[in-house]
């Protein structure tokens, strides 16, 4: 066999792969932080590397994944249905668990119907590329989740992306909009990296006012914020007035997949066209056994929803107080802005060492020296936990000289 790397055709097509060294350039100086192996798990703890540390970038908001309650939820439906369901929903692998699960689900976001996919990133990619058609216009703010920017690009239709929750640049675009044209106002109800909060009100206007539909993805909404957990839009009271809610079971309900909710007639066309829904296997027994036991506890244990509101608020004060920059978060995602790449990547190993596990974000996540730590808060953190994670940012931001002693911030990076 000729040597694979001085055929040229092989070069071309992965020179990119060959050029790319980054990942290990930050190996080499010990400051990795991706793709860190759990070797063990308790919610609120976790084994890395043979150590025990405190998880605090986990979306495992109410503390689910390890209830005793939810683990046997899974267990007892396994066998009864096996471990999958070896085909799609379309064709062999719909089970009335499927169907359970989507009429409640319907039922408690107060919508007239619900369909699953089998991953919560399917779930908005599969729907804005069936529901947005080559004459249509899908206004998507620069802020949204890749599974939003991937619907808009595998769709026919044109999109146009507006400023972060800048209601003014919106309408602007929307105003230079073909008025003829159909049109979809899409974006994060809770933002991944800010915790922040989309500005629904004004969106609810804005698609009122110039005849679009609003979509949704409430993946770090439901299950987090609004009433009995409802999301972004429950916040305000107008959850009747956003036709699309779409939301991910990775996150508060303890298992893997996705759904969206709306009108009959609309999920109707979805579930029949949606190449994501149709050729993709469904979800497994075991996960939707554990999303029906998790939509359960949350409604019966409201306790949860309180606990992580006093946790989320309490953390944003004590963080700002010991003088970090925390953007305007608004729910358990309180980001802590480090400044440069190589900084952020130090100051996170060093709060690894000091027993405390975040996420580590960089550009192009976000802008060039802004680079950031992301935590993540559950309504199972205890007040010690609480308690030894800020003591640790204390160390650390005080040892990088992002903080100093008396509280105030060291650095200069955009809000």
Not at 41 to 66: C, P
Not at 142 to 169: E, F, L
Not at 194 to 220: I, N, R, W
Not at 321 to 336: A, C, K, R
Request: one cysteine or more; charged letters at 25%.
């Amino acid at each position: 066999m000729a040597d694979s790397k001085a055929d040229t055709s092989y070069k071309k097509i992965f020179k990119k792969a060959y050029d790319f060294t980054k990942a290990d350039e930050i190996k080499a100086q010990g400051l990795y932080p991706y793709f860190k192996p759990l070797q063990a798990t308790d919610g609120t703890t976790v084994q890395i590397e043979g150590r025990e540390v405190i998880m605090a970038g986990s979306n495992n908001y109410l503390g689910l994944t390890n209830d005793p309650r939810v683990i046997k939820a899974a267990q007892d439906v396994i066998g009864t249905y096996g471990t999958g369901c070896t085909g799609s929903r379309y064709l062999n692998g719909t089970l009335d668990l499927h169907l359970e699960l989507e009429e409640k689900l319907a039922k408690f976001m107060n919508k007239e119907s619900c369909v699953l996919f089998s991953t919560g990133y399917q779930t908005n990619e599969g729907s804005i590329q069936t529901i947005a058609g080559r004459n249509d216009i899908i206004f998507s703010d620069r802020d949204n989740h890749a599974c939003i920017v991937v619907g808009t690009q595998v769709s026919n239709a044109k999109t146009v992306r507006y400023r972060h929750n800048d209601m003014d640049h919106l309408r602007t675009m929307l105003q230079k909009a073909d008025p003829n044209a159909g049109k979809i106002i899409a974006t994060d109800g809770v933002f991944s990296m800010s915790g922040t909060l989309a500005k629904v009100p004004d969106l609810v206007k804005l698609a009122k006012e110039f005849d679009a539909v609003l979509y949704l993805d409430d993946a770090h909404a439901v299950g987090v914020v609004g009433d009995g957990g409802r999301g972004s839009a429950s916040v305000f009271g107008l959850s009747d007035e956003v036709e699309l809610i779409s939301g991910t079971f990775s996150k508060s309900f303890a298992s893997l997949g996705g759904f969206i909710v709306g009108d009959r007639p609309v999920i109707e066309f979805i579930r029949h066209k949606s190449p994501a829904h149709i050729f993709s296997a469904s979800m497994p027994p075991a996960n939707v056994a554990t999303v029906l036991k998790s939509l359960e506890i949350l409604q019966e244990e409201t306790w949860r929803l309180k606990r992580l509101e006093d946790i989320s608020d309490y953390m944003r004060k004590e963080l700002r107080n010991l003088g970090f920059n925390v953007w305007s978060s608004q729910t358990p995602i309180i980001p802590v802005v480090i400044g440069e790449m190589y900084d952020c990547f130090r100051f996170w190993k060093d709060l690894f060492e000091a027993g405390v596990y975040v996420n580590a974000v960089v550009p192009p996540a976000v802008p060039t020296g802004q680079a950031l730590v992301r935590t993540s808060y559950m309504a199972t953190h205890t007040d010690e936990h609480l308690d030894k994670i800020l003591s640790a940012f204390k160390k650390v931001g005080i040892k990088h000289g992002i903080i100093d002693k008396n509280g105030r911030s060291l650095i200069e990076v955009g809000a």
